[in-house]
């Protein structure tokens, strides 16, 4: 009944940008918090920026300064601006949202399919 579509992803030589989007669709009430996590080869899921519905975000300290989180309420969509990428942020980059059925009010996580960042160095 919800869908999360990313997009964005891409090959990337290091120090370049790239632009993730996350759209998400379906029996929408409501969007709570939304953010952004990536996984690398071998490593777990890891978080990289938050946003809340009033703008309030939180970042890895990994990224912060590189990174900007950013939403559109309006449309449902969560972004994820990139800069001075580095090959350490190579992985699958997975959007995630709390949103709130509008048929049962019941509320749950989902999470996007991943769009793979690649940083060549």
């Known amino acids: 009944q919800v869908r999360l579509v990313e997009s964005g992803g891409g090959l990337v030589q290091a120090g370049g940008s790239l632009r993730l989007s996350c759209l998400a669709s379906g029996r929408i009430r409501s969007i709570n918090g939304m953010g952004w996590y990536r996984q690398a080869p071998g490593k777990q899921r890891e978080l990289v920026a938050t946003i809340t519905p009033d703008e309030t975000t939180n970042y890895a300290d990994s990224v912060k300064g590189r990174f900007t989180i950013s939403r559109d309420n309006a449309k449902n969509t969560v972004y994820l601006q990139m800069n001075s990428l580095k090959s350490e942020d190579t992985a699958v980059y997975y959007c995630?949202?709390?949103?709130?059925?509008?048929?049962?009010?019941?509320?749950?996580?989902?999470w996007g399919q991943g769009t793979q960042v690649t940083v060549s160095s």
């Open positions: 995630n949202a709390a949103i709130v059925d509008r048929v049962t009010w019941s509320r749950n996580d989902y």
